[in-house]
């Protein structure tokens, strides 16, 4: 017979205490690196790195399911479709309110040191603009050398307009410089008189609204003019047709930046005439959405009943929402009773008719952007808007608030009804979001594409808040734990000795029973020869 315990206890008493100072001070290291690599990982992915590695790749060696089983395949189709409702709920949509590069955010860049818009913004509107300002028929133009070699510095008709041999303009909206942009278009303007050139000019070289406003209006005189040319000839063929869709948008596109330069100007009636005017006039362009731009100048004049005749309009069911629809509309139902709204009045008495109207306004419009609240309440600090943003997302919480805060601050009581209520919404919100309240559930991708739109400097706020991970809290704990025992038992090395060798002889206890039954059941002959082995 072998004495195991007596094994035990004579390893133990040979270890000291230095021992026990190095391998807890080790244990408390390796757990503090864990956690940190843990922590950046998910500040970064979103996600627990230790997580991720197990389900993607032990699961499988574990005798995971079979991505050919009919089961896998139903989940697969399930995942595939709510992939795609994810995406049609995660698209980029163009700011209606969006600034002016050369007059706003080139002036802040002057001002701060800081970009205001990020490259994948910027590649969005460069996106826009070649969508919006060229047609399928541009690549006919003729610009090879036999062509400029006859036609050294003349324009050529193309879909009825004259256009530059070198398609100098299409060089320029996909130019990344802004100087070179610039370049293009006073070289395009050279040669003519171009809208699309006079636009590029007015947006990013105008370093004043006044000086944008005499350059859309230059585009103006020439964008009708290709308008009306084109209108007369858009039924002879689609090329002539595609011409006309295109000098449409340009004719739009400088109405309504015109009205917004009237508006920042301060001449707001008449910024709202012109708004009014251009939706009468092209009813069917909504793609512009220059009904938000419409509702902004409104509130400004505070024509509340005008503000309340468009939105019966466009609040309709079967139409998209946008934070300034469901946030204009929570601000005329608090407007009819904010002034006079007290919590402990209302918790005494109860909320009356249009109290409770104005609440469910507030609560309707919070589930559908919850990040607005904090913006408006003054609890987040804003930026510039960019020049896209994704509906129910940060970027949509920072183009409202940055236009629309003064009116909320102008309706007395207004802000403080919006305190008081504004977080009672998630009380009524499933969770997790499974389904929502009144709207689609909260899309999972705002994150990632509001990380994209917005610039580094800001700090995405992120609906709904991430729990942390698992694993996170267990390093965190264990990395606690081991570093508590290693300061003890640096500082008390014999008293953390004999709870050690004590917690040891404690966890080896059943061994050793199993040990002793082991020895006693077989022969000490065949014990011998076995441990010989």
């Known amino acids: 017979m072998f004495g195991t315990e007596s094994s035990l206890s004579m390893f133990l008493n040979t270890l000291t205490p230095k021992f026990y100072v190095a391998l807890t001070g080790t244990s408390s290291l390796i757990s503090g690196l864990i956690l940190i690599f843990e922590w950046w990982y998910f500040r970064k992915y979103g996600t627990s790195f230790i997580e991720q590695v197990s389900v993607s790749h032990l699961r499988p060696l574990l005798g995971g399911v079979d991505s050919n089983s009919p089961s896998n395949t139903n989940t697969t189709n399930g995942e595939?479709?709510?992939?795609?409702?994810?995406?049609?709920?995660?698209?980029?949509?163009?700011?209606?309110?969006?600034?002016?590069?050369?007059?706003e955010y080139n002036r802040y860049t002057w001002v701060t040191g800081r970009e205001p818009l990020t490259y994948y913004d910027m590649n969005l509107s460069a996106q826009d603009h070649q969508t919006f300002f060229t047609c399928?028929?541009?690549?006919?133009?003729?610009?090879?050398?036999?062509?400029?070699?006859?036609?050294?510095?003349?324009?050529?008709?193309?879909?009825g307009q004259p256009h530059p041999p070198p398609k100098v303009m299409q060089k320029a909206w996909r130019e990344r410089n802004p100087q070179a942009r610039i370049s293009a278009a006073h070289e395009a303007l050279e040669l003519n008189d171009f809208a699309t050139a006079y636009i590029l000019l007015a947006e990013e070289e105008?370093?004043?609204?006044?000086?944008?406003?005499?350059?859309?209006?230059?585009?103006?005189?020439?964008?009708?003019?290709?308008?009306?040319?084109?209108q007369?000839?858009?039924?002879?063929?689609?090329?002539?047709?595609?011409?006309?869709?295109r000098d449409t948008n340009v004719l739009v596109y400088i109405k309504r930046r015109l009205a917004m330069c009237a508006r920042k100007l301060g001449r707001t009636r008449e910024a709202v005439k012109m708004m009014r005017d251009l939706m009468k006039e092209f009813p069917l362009l909504s793609m512009?959405?220059?009904?938000?731009?419409?509702?902004?100048?409104?509130?400004?004049?505070?024509?509340?009943?005008?503000?309340?005749?468009?939105?019966?309009?466009?609040?309709?069911?079967s139409l998209p929402k946008s934070a300034t629809i469901c946030y204009t509309a929570a601000l005329l139902k608090a407007r009819a009773v904010s002034d006079k709204f007290s919590p402990e009045a209302a918790s005494r008495r109860g909320l009356s008719t249009a109290e409770m109207n104005a609440v469910e306004a507030i609560h309707r419009a919070v589930e559908f952007n919850p990040?607005?609240?904090?913006?408006?309440?003054?609890?987040?600090?804003?930026?510039?808007?960019?020049?896209?943003?994704?509906?129910?997302?940060?970027?949509?919480?920072?183009?409202y608030a940055f236009f629309h805060l003064q009116h909320w601050k102008r309706v007395e009581g207004a802000l403080n009804l919006l305190h008081c209520t504004w977080e009672g919404t998630f009380r009524m919100i499933p969770y997790p979001l499974e389904k929502g309240h009144l709207f689609y559930p909260y899309p999972i991708c705002t994150?990632?594409?509001?990380?994209?739109?917005?610039?580094?400097?800001?700090?995405?706020?992120?609906?709904?808040?991430?729990?942390?991970?698992?694993?996170?809290?267990?390093?965190?704990?264990?990395?606690?734990?081991?570093a508590m025992l290693a300061l003890l038992t640096h500082q008390f090395p014999e008293l953390m000795g004999v709870f050690a060798k004590a917690f040891l002889s404690t966890l080896f206890a059943p061994l050793n029973f199993v040990m002793e039954k082991v020895e006693s059941i077989l022969p000490s002959s065949l014990w011998h020869q076995l441990t010989r082995i």
């Open 232 to 245: 007369q000839l858009q039924h002879h063929g689609t090329q002539y047709e595609a011409q006309h869709r």
């Open 288 to 317: 512009f959405n220059i009904h938000e731009n419409l509702l902004e100048a409104l509130l400004e004049l505070q024509a509340y009943a005008d503000v309340q005749a468009v939105l019966a309009k466009y609040d309709d069911i």
């Open 371 to 399: 990040h607005v609240p904090k913006y408006l309440l003054e609890m987040k600090s804003l930026i510039l808007p960019p020049e896209h943003i994704l509906k129910r997302g940060d970027s949509e919480a920072i183009a």
């Open 206 to 230: 105008a370093t004043t609204i006044v000086e944008a406003e005499k350059l859309f209006k230059q585009a103006l005189k020439a964008g009708e003019s290709c308008y009306r040319r084109s």
């Open 80 to 103: 595939t479709d709510s992939n795609r409702q994810s995406v049609s709920e995660c698209k980029v949509w163009r700011n209606p309110l969006n600034l002016f590069r050369g007059a």
């Open 136 to 159: 399928d028929t541009d690549h006919l133009r003729p610009s090879d050398a036999k062509f400029q070699r006859n036609y050294p510095t003349k324009s050529v008709f193309v879909c």
């Open 447 to 482: 994150e990632t594409a509001d990380r994209e739109l917005l610039p580094s400097f800001h700090e995405v706020s992120v609906y709904p808040k991430k729990e942390l991970p698992f694993f996170i809290l267990f390093t965190a704990g264990l990395c606690s734990f081991t």
